[in-house]
């Protein structure tokens, strides 16, 4: 059995361990002993940070790094200035640019200064190996996840329909913003495209909400496709 302090002595294997603010072990191969160690990941003390995204031009992303993995970041997310709203994972490989400038630094001081609580790490939240993973977790726990993929002004709403995971394809039933599902909706998403995933945000507990509503003593299917139109075809 290896302890933490025995893990802190072994900067070799725990290059992560700049910071005594530890969470979550996780398991990984050490080839030197041929054997399992046990290390923590470093939490950032409440840093915030800007991502630009390899396709987006204009938009970037905002947040305070919870937890992060070879594949993805969780952030508390940051949709406008000075104010955390839900959860936010972006996909690493996505990612074009990095940041922590003035900017971020101010929303830093803020949220300190005002005593503004970070949200904690979601409960039993890990990260999954594949984008259509990750959205089936984020359903059975929030019931609606929203998510961006090559267009930076576009947001997709909605929950699992249908998934090819070996043709890496999925389709969702939409959701607007007023709780009607468009079970109909055909777009087919690649989760290679996949960038960002958000949750629990407070904009998603309205939609569902108003669904939640809509569906009292209602049929399921409460759409009329000739009334609603959705940007992408």
Not at 49 to 78: D, V
């Amino acid at each position: 059995m290896y302890t933490p302090l025995m893990l802190q002595r072994c900067n070799i294997y725990t290059g992560y361990l700049k910071s005594y603010n530890l969470y979550q072990m996780q398991t990984f191969k050490n080839n030197r002993f041929n054997n399992y160690f046990m290390y923590f990941c470093r939490v950032n003390e409440h840093l915030v940070y800007s991502f630009e995204m390899e396709s987006w031009e204009e938009r970037w992303e905002t947040g305070i790094i919870l937890q992060e993995n070879e594949q993805w970041i969780l952030l508390a997310n940051i949709p406008s200035d000075y104010i955390i709203d839900g959860y936010k994972l972006i996909v690493k490989k996505h990612v074009a640019y990095k940041y922590r400038e003035d900017n971020e630094k101010a929303h830093e001081k803020y949220f300190k200064l005002k005593n503004i609580p970070v949200p904690p790490v979601p409960d039993n939240f890990v990260f999954h190996q594949d984008v259509i993973e990750t959205l089936l977790w984020i359903e059975q726990k929030y019931t609606f996840f929203e998510f961006k993929d090559y267009d930076e002004y576009e947001n997709f709403t909605g929950r699992i329909k249908s998934m090819q995971k070996a043709e890496g394809t999925f389709c969702i039933d939409y959701l607007f913003n007023d709780g009607i599902i468009d079970t109909e909706y055909e777009t087919e998403f690649y989760t290679e495209d996949i960038s960002v995933i958000c949750f629990d945000t407070h904009y998603l507990r309205a939609v569902t909400f108003l669904y939640q509503e809509n569906m009292r003593g209602k049929p399921a299917e409460i759409f009329n496709p000739k009334k609603r139109k959705t940007t992408r075809k």
